[in-house]
């Protein structure tokens, strides 16, 4: 059971131009929403992150959206730049434990 | 300077041995954790640990043991390895229970030929 699912496997955009990637979820409980990126033969980096209590959340050239109702996120990243090529996970997490479950990522190519 | 650390990075062994990946990190996180990664690239959380005590196990072979000499080791020990068993596993650690935001290491690619 996949709870928190990313549909696009690969993403390419033109460096200095808008890169968009989407998450949905369907477990209503999940009140943190992450994203990481990941590059190859490395482990996952944090990048962003938004509470369920909030909508938006803006960190330089990321900029993560929630939007509840429809059980979908997106992660917004203007100007994109050649070293954001990498994949990127959606997670999400709820209770206590953070039981954090993933996407199975989204794979951005930036060209110049 | 790492932070979160495994060894080995790569393992390839035949079927029905047994091995271990050992986990370390020095930024005096409480919480650590195992994940895999599949063929599917699905990261699924198999384990967590708080404070050396077990708080997440997912529904996971008991071939797997998980062990926690201290806060800063989590080892993962694998008994009678299956070809399934075949995947980048990723140990990750936090500040404390219920901290969002998790620490990864640089994985352990497990080949079970």
């Known amino acids: 059971d996949q709870q928190v699912k990313q549909n696009s496997p690969s993403l390419s955009v033109q460096e200095g131009r808008i890169s968009i990637l989407n998450c949905d979820y369907t477990?209503?409980?999940?009140?943190?929403f992450l994203w990481y990126k990941k590059y190859p033969a490395e482990g996952p980096t944090f990048l962003i992150s938004i509470s369920s209590i909030k909508d938006k959340n803006e960190d330089g050239r990321f900029t993560v959206f929630l939007n509840k109702s429809a059980k979908h996120l997106s992660l917004h990243i203007v100007p994109s730049q050649p070293g954001d090529s990498a994949v990127y996970f959606c997670a999400a997490s709820s209770g206590y434990n953070n039981d954090m479950r993933f996407g199975a990522g989204t794979r951005l190519t930036v060209k110049p | 300077d790492t932070a979160v650390s495994q060894t080995p990075k790569y393992l390839v062994t035949q079927m029905g041995n047994d091995k271990s990946i050992k986990c370390e990190q020095n930024?005096?996180?409480?919480?650590m954790y195992w994940y895999k990664q599949d063929s599917k690239k699905f990261l699924k959380i198999m384990f967590s640990y708080n404070n050396k005590e077990l708080i997440i196990n997912e529904t996971v072979p008991n071939r797997f043991s998980p062990k926690s000499p201290d806060k800063a080791h989590l080892n993962l020990h694998i008994n009678s390895l299956e070809l399934g068993d075949s995947a980048v596993y990723f140990c990750?650690?936090?500040?404390?229970?219920?901290?969002?935001?998790?620490?990864f290491g640089p994985g352990t690619r497990l080949t079970v030929l």
């Open positions: 990750a650690s936090s500040p404390r229970q219920g901290a969002n935001e998790q620490f």
């Open positions: 477990n209503s409980m999940f009140d943190y």
């Open positions: 930024l005096g996180h409480d919480t």
